[in-house]
């Protein structure tokens, strides 16, 4: 008795300690429990009353809803096999993206996509696919125009005309990124005004929209749309680590966070242009400006928001700029109620109206804003040629000069095209395509007028030092 006695405090401590150890992490992890099952209650509460995120995805929704019946698969070269379910030798057409921009079945695209073409295969979102003729396209841009054989009316975007794209605002890329038709993409805007030094037509205008959709081979072409589900721009290249500015199809490489589209501002006079002749003619404003002096102006001490434009230094005797009252030292900050943002949007905008037509140019002269309207002039061949003539020869593998006798051939690089197709040293180039050469910048425009940038095949006249008359075709890769 004394003995038990004398363990039964110990005893009573084993029991208490005993069922601490089990009893308390029990209670511990009911409390855990309950404290979890509470945050979820609450959590799925709020989300069941909170419609934010679902009036998002139903926007998001409809912006699809909105737009995939206006987005167009294509496939290049045209392939009738393929309109019976046929399909083509691996390697025989190539894809990208296009959008219906009226109810008459033209399509936009790039002119990358269609290269030479003249004709493609179209398919709808609803699974027609149609034959589509290349009514036009424009190197310099990259921008081409397709009528599809519709015979019913095609759904059109809608496209943005008076809201401006603004950096940070929501965007969505649409196409058939590798090959998987009508997809869709969501990024912002990174930036507006962006030139891209290795762009796939060299020499042409950029002044592109670069955002961070994801943008892949197969999606050139296809729409770049705003939270509206209006048409801003057009896919057209990416920037990777292997290339900045080439087409997807061409960059090597996938999406790394950095596309670029070409600007609505700039797609709409290009189009209606081929819709209505065929072909681009580009106006010309008569200036001369430095194209890395960007002007940043503070019009108003109040405010510290400024506005950034190009300043005149020359300004053509008798041109467009000069008749419409243009003076050297105006800074042009807007054309059509467009920014100014760098040089190229400059040049994009007014080389996109054709000559005749009348733009509105915003200039500041002492600290105010006038707003002056030009009639565009024509081109001249001079001033388009200094854009493209050294990337041409450049793709040619040429060195070309000027000469009595015309355009002759100074130096020629092994292994290129030139090369390759059987140009020579000392050769006079009299004619392409059977058109004779004004003079050496005709030329240029020439060459790129016959489709030399779009991979057209291209027949030169030449006569060799030996006085020898040569025909030689030559297509480049584009």
Request: hydrophobic residues 40%.
């Amino acid at each position: 008795m004394r003995k038990f006695a004398s363990y039964g405090p110990a005893i009573v401590v084993l029991m208490c300690v005993l069922v601490a150890l089990f009893a308390v992490p029990r209670v511990i992890e009911q409390y855990a429990y309950a404290q979890q099952n509470a945050k979820i209650t609450l959590a799925r509460s709020v989300l069941a009353k909170d419609d934010i995120l679902r009036s998002i995805d139903r926007a998001t929704s409809a912006i699809a809803d909105s737009t995939e019946p206006s987005v167009v698969h294509l496939e290049t070269p045209f392939e009738p096999a393929r309109l019976q379910n046929r399909t083509p030798a691996p390697g025989a057409y190539s894809t990208g993206a296009g959008w219906v921009y009226d109810e008459l079945g033209h399509i936009i695209t790039n002119a990358h996509v269609v290269r030479s073409a003249e004709s493609v295969s179209v398919e709808f979102f609803d699974g027609r696919v149609v034959r589509g003729d290349v009514i036009g396209m424009d190197p310099y841009t990259d921008i081409a125009v397709i009528k599809a054989n519709i015979n019913t009316k095609a759904f059109p975007a809608r496209r943005s005309m008076n809201r401006l794209p603004r950096t940070g605002e929501h965007v969505y890329a649409f196409g058939s990124p590798f090959g998987f038709k009508f997809s869709m993409s969501e990024g912002i805007i990174s930036g507006l005004g962006r030139e891209a030094a290795g762009s796939n037509v060299p020499g042409g205008y950029t002044n592109y929209i670069q955002t961070d959709a994801a943008v892949n081979p197969g999606n050139s072409g296809g729409p770049l749309v705003n939270t509206d589900g209006h048409v801003i721009g057009m896919n057209v290249a990416i920037a990777t680590a292997k290339s900045v500015g080439a087409s997807p199809e061409e960059s090597g490489s996938d999406s790394a966070g950095i596309s670029f589209a070409i600007p609505l501002g700039t797609i709409e006079p290009i189009v209606q242009q081929i819709i209505k002749y065929g072909k681009v003619s580009r106006g010309y404003l008569g200036i001369r400006y430095d194209r890395t002096d960007i002007r940043h102006l503070q019009l108003d001490p109040n405010d510290d928001k400024s506005v950034t434009g190009i300043q005149v230094n020359y300004v053509e005797p008798n041109g467009p700029s000069f008749i419409a009252g243009i003076v050297i030292n105006d800074v042009i900050i807007g054309i059509q109620g467009s920014p100014i943002l760098n040089a190229e949007s400059l040049s994009s905008l007014i080389s996109s109206s054709r000559p005749g037509d009348s733009i509105e140019v915003q200039v500041v002269r002492d600290n105010s804003v006038k707003d002056v309207n030009v009639i565009l002039g024509k081109m001249k061949d001079e001033v388009l040629a200094r854009r493209i003539h050294e990337p041409i020869m450049v793709q040619l593998g040429m060195s070309l000069g000027n000469s009595p006798r015309g355009v002759v051939v100074q130096f020629i690089y092994e292994g290129f095209p030139g090369s390759i197709a059987g140009f020579e040293q000392g050769d006079v180039i009299r004619t392409v395509n059977g058109n004779a050469i004004k003079d050496y910048f005709h030329f240029f425009v020439l060459v790129a007028d016959e489709g030399i940038l779009t991979g057209s095949s291209i027949q030169f006249e030449v006569i060799g030092i030996d006085g020898k008359r040569r025909v030689i075709p030559l297509t480049l890769e584009w």
